[in-house]
T-cell receptor
Framework: DAGVIQSPRHEVTEMGQEVTLRCKPISGHDYLFWYRQTMMRGLELLIYFNNNVPIDDSGMPEDRFSAKMPNASFSTLKIQPSEPRDSAVYFC?????????????FGPGTRLTVL | QKEVEQNSGPLSVPEGAIASLNCTYSDRGSQSFFWYRQYSGKSPELIMSIYSNGDKEDGRFTAQLNKASQYVSLLIRDSQPSDSATYLCAATGTASKLTFGTGTRLQVTL
C-alpha cells in the first residue's frame, strides 16, 4: 500500500509569495495531521482533520496559514504571504483515530525555503 | 501545558550494547504512547507503540510503560550503527493528537 504522499518535496520561494503544500493520506485513514519541524522548535502540530473537518487549528501560527481538506484523499496547507521564518520541513501524517488506531504515519515531508 | 520530555543527547553507545532511551510525560490522562525513529533529513517512522503498563517487545526493541511514574522507555538491544538516529517519544490523551518530545539523538559507535 502506498504511504502518505506529499508534494512538492522541496520548495524554494521568495518572501511574499503564496506557497501551497499538498498531501494525500493513506486510504482508509480518517485523521489527517499537518506538522512543522524546525531545529529550534522541534515537531509542532499545526492542525488536524477528522473526516475532512478541521478539529483543532490552535497550532496554526497566524492568519497567513490556512488548511483545507476538500475530500478524504486530499489536503492542502497554504501560506500567503510567505516569510523567511516559515522555512521549515512540513510533514503530513494520517491515522485511523484514537487509542491503538492513533498510530500516525508520516509522509516524506516538504522542505520549504523562503528567501 | 501538556508536555513530553526527553534528554536531547547525544546518547553514545558502542555497537552491540543496549541503548536505553527515556521519556516522561505530564498529562496523566495520556493513554497511548509511541516511539518514532527519525534519520537525518527523513520523516519520523513509527517503531513501537504501547498502551498498557509493562513491557512490549518487538525484535531488538522493547518499550516499557509505567503510568504511575509517567515514564516511558525504549530499549534497543544489540545496537547497530544503523540505529543511529533521533528517537521521538509521543503521547496522546483522549483527543487524537500526539504530543511529541524534542527527541534523543542516539549514536552507535563502532
Amino acid at each position: 500500500d502506498a504511504g502518505v504522499i506529499q508534494s512538492p518535496r522541496h520548495e524554494v520561494t521568495e518572501m511574499g509569495q503564496e506557497v501551497t503544500l499538498r498531501c494525500k493520506p493513506i486510504s482508509g485513514h480518517d485523521y489527517l495531521f499537518w506538522y512543522r519541524q524546525t531545529m529550534m522548535r522541534g515537531l509542532e502540530l499545526l492542525i488536524y482533520f477528522n473526516n475532512n473537518v478541521p478539529i483543532d487549528d490552535s497550532g496554526m501560527p497566524e492568519d497567513r496559514f490556512s488548511a483545507k481538506m476538500p475530500n478524504a484523499s486530499f489536503s492542502t496547507l497554504k501560506i500567503q504571504p510567505s516569510e523567511p521564518r516559515d522555512s521549515a520541513v512540513y510533514f503530513c501524517a494520517s491515522s485511523h483515530g484514537q487509542g491503538w488506531r492513533n498510530e500516525q504515519f508520516f509522509g516524506p515531508g516538504t522542505r520549504l525555503t523562503v528567501l | 501545558q501538556k508536555e513530553v520530555e526527553q534528554n536531547s543527547g547525544p546518547l553514545s553507545v558502542p555497537e552491540g550494547a543496549i541503548a536505553s532511551l527515556n521519556c516522561t510525560y505530564s498529562d496523566r490522562g495520556s493513554q497511548s504512547f509511541f516511539w518514532y525513529r527519525q534519520y537525518s533529513g527523513k520523516s519520523p517512522e513509527l517503531i513501537m507503540s504501547i498502551y498498557s503498563n509493562g513491557d512490549k517487545e518487538d525484535g531488538r526493541f522493547t518499550a516499557q510503560l509505567n503510568k504511575a511514574s509517567q515514564y516511558v522507555s525504549l530499549l534497543i538491544r544489540d545496537s547497530q550503527p544503523s540505529d543511529s538516529a533521533t528517537y521521538l517519544c509521543a503521547a496522546t490523551g483522549t483527543a487524537s493528537k500526539l504530543t511529541f518530545g524534542t527527541g534523543t539523538r542516539l549514536q552507535v559507535t563502532l
